[in-house]
């Protein structure tokens, strides 16, 4: 029993560090693991019990050995019954031979035979004592062999039939096989007498039966062991992501985008956690995007909405004065019709202003992109601006630091939306009694650059990185005499980006903005 449980303990720690070898491998494919796992489940119990068996059955056959006194190998597990029985009782059969050449009469006296019989039952064999033709001693112990006295005293070979180096034989006596061992002599008044060592080679010796069940329960742990072992691997390494998988699906299923699926295996279930992570993470980040794409559509109608109200009402209030007749004299009513046209222009540029966005969510915004000269394209820009600028009373200042035959691939109406929005930008937040906007256009080597500077109220620091973003305002009180629908720098960005520019902006609080955007200049490709 000892044995066994050491030989169990062997194989259970066994068994748990190559688990945990295969645990800490996280490059374990899934079809690896399933050759694994039919090697734990078939192979490698096979294996342990072979070579358990063996161990066991060396160990048996050492103590069977030490027990009985033996010297001769003996195989316990060869099933030949007939060897181990020969080999158990040979001391034995030596002795009475040495005793019959001795003292042959001590073989009548039925104290001495019971002594001798005793020694034999230790070895799972009785005596029989014949003189002539009768059976003067028979030892059988038990049930079975007492009532079989009759049919095998009656098959017992006779006087000197076993000769030369025969020492024993198989009688069969109906179902049963027993080994005799017949020792011949003559009594001292020279009868004739035989003695025999019977062994019953049907039953299996109490010790071989103790191995086998032993090597049956030892089997069974070791399949025991082997599937508790593959079992743990398998929850650990499959079940156990997948159960963690499950239980993602089911908090996307139910909204919740708020958690993590940590499962660190680099097998194929590894792989489609870390893709079902990555999906999470963009349907997070698309519902974060839908949550602020709603924030700044609510807030681009309300600034629209604004922005249409206050041209709306003063066009209202205008056109009510012309029908009251207080705009009684011709200059008054120039004025009048003047205002309103301008608050109409305004209306004009922010329904543009909005259906741009659109086509900038799009990414429908329809360019064409022509060869454009840098001097003259600017100085159209500059003139058609500056009669607005002189009715608004604000000082515009041109100047061109490029060579006159200097050209870019642009598109015409969209820079000019460029222009247009810096300059109204500017424009809404100028705070001098002197407005004064400056536009200077620089040779930068391979490209030109663009600078539009006013004397404004300036932009924070901490306002300046975040003003071409869409709908960001550093008023954040939006006052009517600015208005704006926070998207015209973000249409900018927009514009000089696709046109392979880029744009930033440089500002100083009380001082003044300027605006920089750079363009390439076209080069023509000589070939040879």
């Not at 020969?86 to 003292?103: A, M």
């Not at 593959?230 to 239980?247: A, G």
């Not at 060869?371 to 061109?400: H, T, W």
Request: aromatic content about 10%; proline content about 2%.
């Amino acid at each position: 029993v000892w044995y066994t449980y050491y030989v169990i303990r062997r194989l259970s720690a066994g068994v748990c560090l190559g688990a945990a070898s295969w645990k800490e491998d996280k490059k374990v494919k899934i079809k690896t693991r399933l050759a694994v796992a039919f090697i734990i489940i078939t192979v490698f119990p096979l294996i342990m019990i072979y070579f358990s068996v063996l161990a066991l059955s060396d160990y048996q056959e050492k103590s069977f050995k030490k027990a009985y006194g033996l010297t001769e190998q003996v195989d316990l597990l060869n099933g030949n019954s007939l060897q181990v029985f020969n080999r158990l009782t040979k001391q034995s059969q030596k002795e009475i031979r040495r005793t019959l050449d001795e003292n042959p009469d001590n073989y009548e006296d039925k104290a001495y035979l019971d002594k001798v019989n005793a020694k034999l039952n230790e070895q799972y064999s009785y005596l029989i004592v014949r003189r002539d033709d009768a059976i003067i001693y028979y030892g059988a112990n038990s049930a079975s062999e007492e009532s079989q006295e009759n049919t095998l005293c009656s098959q017992l070979p006779d006087f000197d039939v076993m000769k030369g180096g025969m020492e024993g034989g198989i009688y069969l006596d109906g179902e049963s096989q027993h080994l005799i061992k017949q020792m011949d002599f003559r009594f001292s008044d020279g009868a004739e007498g035989s003695a025999f060592i019977v062994s019953n080679v049907d039953d299996l010796l109490p010790e071989v039966r103790s191995m086998v069940k032993e090597m049956m329960f030892l089997g069974v742990m070791i399949l025991v062991v082997a599937g508790v072992t593959l079992t743990v691997w398998v929850y650990r390494s499959i079940l156990s992501p997948l159960n963690k998988l499950q239980e993602a699906t089911k908090q996307i299923r139910d909204g919740n985008l708020e958690f993590t699926l940590d499962v660190d295996a680099d097998d194929e279930i590894g792989h489609l956690c870390q893709d079902f992570e990555e999906m999470r993470i963009r349907l997070k980040e698309n519902a974060e995007e839908k949550i602020q794409y709603d924030k700044e559509s609510k807030e681009l109608i309300s600034n629209i909405s604004h922005d249409l109200k206050t041209p709306i009402t003063a066009i209202k209030g205008y056109v009510e004065g012309i029908l009251d007749g207080v705009a009684s004299s011709p200059e008054r009513l120039d004025k009048y019709i003047r205002t309103i046209y301008n608050k109409a222009n305004d209306m004009d540029r922010l329904i543009d202003e909005l259906t741009f966005y659109s086509k900038i969510d799009t990414n429908k915004i329809p360019y064409t992109f022509s060869k454009i000269n840098v001097s003259q394209y600017f100085k159209d820009c500059v003139d058609e601006v500056g009669l607005d600028m002189e009715a608004r009373g604000i000082e515009l200042g041109y100047f061109n630091y490029v060579d006159e035959d200097v050209t870019v691939i642009a598109d015409a109406e969209q820079m000019k939306r460029v222009i247009n929005n810096i300059i109204s930008n500017s424009v809404k937040y100028l705070d001098k009694k002197k407005g004064i906007i400056n536009i200077r256009i620089k040779d930068v080597g391979d490209f030109i650059q663009i600078e539009i500077e006013d004397n404004g109220k300036g932009i924070a620091a901490k306002d300046l990185p975040n003003i071409f973003d869409r709908f960001y305002r550093t008023d954040s009180s939006r006052n009517s005499s600015q208005g704006g629908s926070g998207i015209g720098l973000s249409i900018v960005r927009k514009i000089v980006e696709d046109h392979g520019g880029r744009i930033w902006a440089t500002s100083k609080e009380g001082i003044g903005t300027e605006i920089h955007f750079v363009l390439r200049k076209y080069q023509e490709v000589i070939q040879e």
